[in-house]
């Protein structure tokens, strides 16, 4: 499956953006979808996970409370709505998704390595 993520940009601290993720043939609907996030020199970080129903949704503790994911699986796309921007929310945005048979619901698949599918990345830079 082709992810496509869009929606980054420059803005001030304190801003908004909203990020979306979709795919090329349809078929995101079928899978649970996470966020995940780079900053050059580390690894990626666990922004937020939503299950392919929506009922089950899990959030990073640096985003907790700020950011919101969602899913419109008529439209094909999960949103991810990032409010009070700061700059250490300055990075690369991915979202991915696991195989169609793994389970997302009771744990949230919080890291990187249990994802099978990579968009290409949406960049956010948040000046001070």
């Known amino acids: 499956v082709q992810l496509q993520a869009s929606g980054g940009g420059t803005v001030q601290t304190g801003d908004s953006l909203r990020l979306s993720c979709s795919t090329a043939?349809?078929?995101?609907?079928?899978?649970?979808i996470g966020w995940f996030r780079q900053v050059p020199g580390k690894g990626r970080e666990f922004v937020s996970t939503?299950?392919?129903?929506?009922?089950?949704?899990y959030y990073g503790d640096s985003v907790k409370g700020r950011f919101t994911i969602s899913r419109d699986n008529a439209k094909n796309t999960v949103y991810l709505q990032m409010n009070s921007l700061k700059p250490e929310d300055t990075a690369v945005y991915y979202c991915?998704?696991?195989?169609?048979?793994?389970?997302?619901?009771?744990?949230?698949?919080?890291?990187?390595?249990?994802?099978?599918?990579w968009g290409q990345g949406t960049e956010v830079t948040v000046s001070s």
């Open positions: 991915a998704a696991p195989r169609r048979d793994k389970y997302c619901a009771g744990y949230g698949c919080l890291e990187a390595s249990e994802y099978e599918y």
């Open positions: 043939d349809g078929s995101l609907s079928m899978y649970s």
């Open positions: 939503i299950t392919w129903t929506g009922r089950d949704i």
